[in-house]
């Protein structure tokens, strides 16, 4: 049944349009959080990469030796050798992780072209408003919108769970029977916080405060830990302050 212009109520215009812009928020907010879970699933691929790496690096030992020349070439040409073997290692564990890593891909692209069925869905939805003045019931749309924003909620939480049972089960807290054997160390492992808990720090302040996402390092960081970060490009140093780093911002 058509309807003349002059019967419409004058706030129904006003309605439709306070529908489309609660609508483009939530989808801004929908794409923000996809970008977030791109920076998550990044980080769980380079973590699983430093795995070998990590585990042969914690397995060694310092040892006093005499300062001659032939036992430090000798010494050299092991440690060559021996860091040959760890690389090798690293590259033999990320090809064996290939598989896994393709299907996980694969299964980001699904629930990448899924949302993106979602955005072309809402698009219509505002094209179609924009085009009709009609009365509708607002309270079914926003309940749709908010169902799929805890979709990706959900998903997102998966992906932070999955992340920490990683990074507990092969980053674990240094051993403190290990510490007390060797010398020289007067660290206690009481303070310190896991690599989980320090990455989620970083985290919290690269989104919480993004104009100054620096961290000021405390003693709770494990000092090899750090490195780790830094060496692999995950964590930066402050340009002036050696004792503040910061995440990478993967998502930009």
């Not at 899924?114 to 926003?142: C, G």
Request: charged share 35%; hydrophobic share 35%.
């Amino acid at each position: 049944m058509s309807v003349n212009q002059q019967d419409l109520d004058p706030d129904s215009t006003t309605d439709v349009e306070d529908v489309a812009d609660a609508e483009e928020e939530l989808i801004k907010k929908c794409e923000e959080m996809w970008k977030d879970m791109e920076e998550l699933s990044l980080l769980i691929m380079q973590v699983k990469c430093l795995t070998a790496e990590l585990s042969q690096w914690q397995k060694e030992t310092p040892e006093m030796i005499p300062l001659n020349e032939e036992i430090l070439v000798t010494l050299g040409k092991e440690e060559f050798q021996k860091l040959r073997h760890d690389l090798e290692l690293v590259l033999s564990t990320i090809q064996s992780n290939n598989e896994k890593l393709k299907e996980d891909l694969e299964r980001e692209q699904k629930w990448l072209d899924e949302q993106q069925q979602i955005l072309e869905s809402l698009n219509v939805i505002q094209n179609e408003l924009k085009q009709q003045v009609v009365t509708f019931s607002e309270s079914r749309i926003f309940n749709e919108l908010k169902t799929k924003m805890s979709d990706v909620k959900e998903y997102k939480e998966k992906l932070l769970v999955t992340m920490g049972e990683f990074l507990e089960d092969h980053f674990p807290l240094p051993d403190r029977n290990v510490k007390k054997k060797k010398k020289n160390i007067q660290e206690s492992t009481a303070q310190l916080i896991t690599l989980h808990d320090m990455l989620e720090i970083l985290l919290n302040r690269l989104f919480g405060v993004p104009h100054d996402p620096y961290v000021k390092i405390s003693d709770s960081f494990w000092p090899p830990y750090i490195e780790l970060l830094l060496r692999n490009g995950i964590a930066l140093r402050h340009p002036e302050d050696p004792t503040r780093i910061r995440l990478e911002a993967f998502h930009q």
